[in-house]
């Protein structure tokens, strides 16, 4: 028989516009499926963004979805309570919360620390989201974050005692270790990939570079931690060529999409800006393939799996140094370029505009290969395996009606 594992996440299938946190726990899914059964309890919507509730689902009941059941809670059934009648029914043999921040997985917490399936070993997957530039910039403010408050409560009450934490990368650990303290039990697992990305990629389809023309795309949600506006900041020193620059993705933030916009305001003529909203996984990466680089002035990713697609669309990278990506100017698949430099990024993206259809086609295959490199890496894979093994080995399976 199959051992259980039950999943409390944010969002999941059928939505799109959630981010790479939603693609973690769709992987593990699809490459553990055929060893442990699937419980997945999450949100009716698709997310922060968009919150109507799905019409392809039930609300309220389990869903067969592909490999997996799915709960989709409504805001009446996300309580408490309810989380713990959902874990005495499915009696699983691991929990696995991706994201730190979330309702569903806070509140499974809470129902954890009343009492009743203490047995059940817990993995937590921040998925970058500890600390990170995005949550740090306020922690020493006069007005703390709700985030920080947060985090000062759960320590308090010991919300967290027992966790197994599930860090994406070495740097993600030591990021665990500043906030939540050195003596937590931190297991480094790379998330989980899709085993394959376009497979029918060719590198003709990629668009024609022609000299003193580039078309850029951000494919990402549209919220400060992304950055986006530092890149339309570098865009206005732009006078000279024609760039397409696609801005592709949920404005999660409306005070800083206003902040965007300004920066749009400022851009010269020669600046073409295409704002189109968030696109679903299949129109995303038909727009990576038809696009020349990828941008992302991010301030932090624990992971990033719009990485990996863009590269696997043979769309090298123009990004941030705060990312696990650094290795891809190596590889000759883009740059990783300090935040705090901003003539270099101005540099880069002169150095994209001058470059001709021979050497672009050179970097887009060096591209595609990097992302065949690392999809076919069973490292991340065996990695996950060990720390699912693991965590199981320390199950009671102490369950008991409250």
Not at 174 to 197: F, H, Q, R, T, Y
Not at 241 to 248: E, H, K, P, R
Not at 365 to 374: G, L, M
Not at 381 to 400: F, G, H, N, P, Q
């Amino acid at each position: 028989m199959k051992k259980k594992i039950m999943i409390f996440c944010d969002f999941y299938l059928p939505g799109f516009k959630s981010g790479g946190g939603m693609w973690t726990v769709v992987n593990l899914v699809e490459r553990f499926s055929d060893q442990y059964d699937f419980s997945i309890v999450t949100r009716n919507y698709d997310s922060i963004g968009d919150t109507k509730p799905f019409t392809t689902v039930k609300t309220d009941e389990w869903n067969d979805l592909g490999n997996a059941a799915v709960f989709y809670c409504s805001a009446e059934t996300l309580t408490v309570e309810h989380s713990s009648s959902l874990v005495r029914e499915v009696e699983p043999d691991l929990l696995y919360l991706n994201s730190f921040f979330g309702k569903p997985q806070r509140t499974l917490l809470y129902a954890r620390k009343r009492g009743g399936f203490e047995g059940i070993p817990v993995v937590l997957a921040p998925c970058g989201e500890l600390p990170g530039a995005s949550l740090s910039l306020k922690r020493w403010s006069l007005k703390p974050s709700k985030k920080w408050i947060y985090i000062a409560y759960a320590k308090s009450i010991n919300l967290y005692k027992d966790i197994i934490w599930k860090a994406s990368s070495d740097l993600e650990k030591n990021e665990i270790s500043a906030v939540m303290g050195g003596n937590c039990n931190i297991e480094v697992a790379p998330d989980l990939v899709p085993k394959v990305i376009l497979p029918e990629f060719t590198i003709e389809q990629k668009p024609k570079k022609e000299k003193g023309s580039v078309k850029f795309i951000f494919l990402s949600r549209i919220v400060p931690k992304k950055n986006l506006a530092f890149f339309f900041e570098r865009l206005v020193d732009i006078r000279e060529g024609n760039v397409t620059f696609d801005v592709v993705g949920p404005q999660e933030d409306s005070v800083y999409w206003k902040e965007c916009l300004r920066s749009i305001g400022r851009l010269p003529d020669n600046i073409e800006v295409n704002i189109t909203g968030p696109a679903s996984y299949p129109e995303g990466l038909k727009m990576l393939t038809d696009s020349h680089f990828f941008i992302l002035p991010t301030l932090n990713e624990n992971f990033g799996y719009v990485f990996i697609e863009s590269l696997a669309a043979g769309c090298p990278l123009l990004i941030s140094d705060r990312t696990l990506w650094g290795g891809v100017e190596a590889q000759n698949a883009g740059w990783a370029v300090p935040l705090e430099s901003p003539d270099m990024w101005l540099d880069k993206i002169i150095y994209c505009l001058d470059m001709d259809d021979v050497n672009y086609r050179k970097m887009a295959v060096a591209a595609r290969n990097y992302a065949d490199t690392w999809l076919a890496e069973s490292k991340f894979e065996e990695d996950s395996a060990r720390l699912l093994k693991k965590a199981m080995t320390t199950s009671r399976r102490v369950i008991t009606d409250q």
